[in-house]
T-cell receptor
Framework: DGGITQSPKYLFRKEGQNVTLSCEQN?????MYWYRQDPGQGLRLIYY???????QKGDIAEGYSVSREKKESFPLTVTSAQKNPTAFYLC???????????FGQGTRLTVV | RKEVEQDPGPFNVPEGATVAFNCTYS??????FFWYRQDCRKEPKLLMS???SGNEDGRFTAQLNRASQYISLLIRDSKLSDSATYLC?????????????FGAGTQVVVTP
């Protein structure tokens, strides 16, 4: 089955630590995205990538980093510079252009 | 001003009734429009695309009004399972790149 997989589903981080969230897709999609969702809020774009080895900052990129070394993979690192990292993180992919996106099941990150 | 705006609700709807709500967008150059459904603590899932001529999928009808820059979603014969948050998504295309803008969502609660 084609799809997009995020792991882990739940993640706990101590203050001052970097953590990396995994996102893999086997849909052969060119574009991949990372969003953050806070309780009762909409989705905010962190980073996006149209093609391998290229990515762009979204609206709230500060404190985050990404890489796109393979078409299938778009990991997100939440660094210690992110002041309020507790949130629901969603990865998505699309064919690119004005097309719909498909989401992974999300990673719920909590700082302890 | 937000690029995509939605009434957050909640819209409390008796089972079997009809509910409709709109979403306004600010970028007149927006090319594609979608409705997503998001259940509590889950990822958004594509409900339907919105075409210029309007489209229907079972009990769901979507309309686009480019002149007034809004899209609408109508749900007929509401079911308890329709309770969810409905996200309006607008794709803005720049250099063939479709950047998805999400509204904050409209919450629908269907009651017995």
């Amino acid at each position: 089955d084609g799809g997009i997989t995020q792991s882990p589903k739940y993640l706990f981080r101590k203050e001052g630590q970097n953590v990396t969230l995994s996102c893999e897709q086997n849909l052969n999609h060119d574009a991949m995205y990372w969003y953050r969702q806070d309780p009762g809020q909409g989705l905010r774009l962190i980073y996006y990538s149209q093609i391998v080895n290229d990515f762009q900052k979204g609206d709230i990129a500060e404190g985050y980093s990404v890489s796109r070394e393979k078409k299938e993979s778009f990991p997100l690192t939440v660094t210690s510079a992110q002041k309020n990292p507790t949130a629901f993180y969603l990865c998505a992919s699309s064919r690119g252009g004005p097309t719909e996106a498909f989401f992974g099941q999300g990673t719920r990150l909590t700082v302890v | 001003r937000k690029e995509v705006e939605q009434d957050p609700g909640p819209f409390n709807v008796p089972e079997g009734a009809t509910v409709a709500f709109n979403c306004t967008y600010s970028n007149s150059a927006s090319q594609s429009f979608f409705w997503y459904r998001q259940d509590c603590r889950k990822e958004p899932k594509l409900l339907m695309s919105v075409y210029s001529s309007g489209n229907e999928d079972g009990r769901f009808t979507a309309q686009l009004n480019r002149a007034s820059q809004y899209i609408s979603l109508l749900i007929r014969d509401s079911k308890l399972s329709d309770s969810a948050t409905y996200l309006c998504v607008v794709s803005e295309t720049t250099d063939s790149w479709g950047k998805l803008q999400f509204g904050a969502g409209t919450q629908v609660v269907v009651t017995p």
